[in-house]
């Protein structure tokens, strides 16, 4: 018969319990539908946009409201053309015909000059042109037409071209371009053609003290 052994067993331990691990707190969320304030960076980069934004529905406004854009002032349109001169074109040009109809010339020459001066300098006193040619009509002082101050005078030029063209035998039946060309001895004798219709319509213009310059 086996015998029983002496002693008591010694008593298992458990396992330690585990613990759970510290929660952490959940972040907090700002409220749905809230957004956080812009701030002023977001104003200062976006402040223009809004700007620009305000000024185009004022521009389609006046759009709506029928107003045009404004026509830009000193600018003439010469009647019954689509031509358009600068202030200072028009008054050139008004001198031109008003020595005439002091001289008692025919409109004819008031045609005839207002066709060279357009082609010479478009009608402005110009101070340069080819060699030592200045004023309206690029006169050239080098070849008798009066000092550089003289032939910027538009009134002088005005006249000395007329001294000229008067002394051409039939100036007033004959081609614009070659009655211009007696008193100009340009070197494109054909040129001043072009402008014959022009003239004639600024010449009547003038006359009727027609368009916005006057």
Not at 53 to 79: E, F, K, N
Request: charged fraction near 20%.
């Amino acid at each position: 018969m086996t015998s029983a052994r002496t002693g008591s067993r010694p008593a298992a331990r458990r396992p330690a319990a585990k613990r759970a691990p510290a929660r952490r707190p959940a972040a907090t969320r700002a409220p749905a539908g809230r957004r956080r304030s812009a701030g002023p960076w977001a104003l200062r980069h976006w402040w223009p946009a809004m700007v620009l934004g305000i000024a185009m529905v004022l521009a389609l406004a006046w759009r709506a409201d029928g107003s045009q854009d404004p026509v830009p002032t000193g600018l003439c349109t010469v009647p019954s053309t689509s031509v358009t001169l600068s202030a200072e074109q028009w008054a050139n040009a008004r001198t031109i015909a008003d020595v005439a109809r002091e001289r008692g010339l025919p409109e004819r020459a008031t045609v005839i000059a207002l066709a060279t001066a357009m082609q010479e300098s478009t009608l402005r006193n110009l101070d340069h042109g080819d060699r030592d040619s200045l004023g309206l009509f690029q006169q050239r002082p080098s070849q008798g037409w009066g000092t550089p101050a003289q032939v910027q005078d538009p009134v002088y030029a005005a006249g000395e071209f007329y001294d000229g063209l008067v002394q051409v035998p039939g100036w007033e039946t004959m081609r614009l371009t070659d009655a211009a060309q007696w008193v100009q001895r340009s070197g494109f004798p054909e040129a001043y053609q072009q402008h014959e219709d022009l003239a004639i319509a600024l010449t009547a213009a003038l006359a009727r003290a027609e368009g916005p310059c006057g």
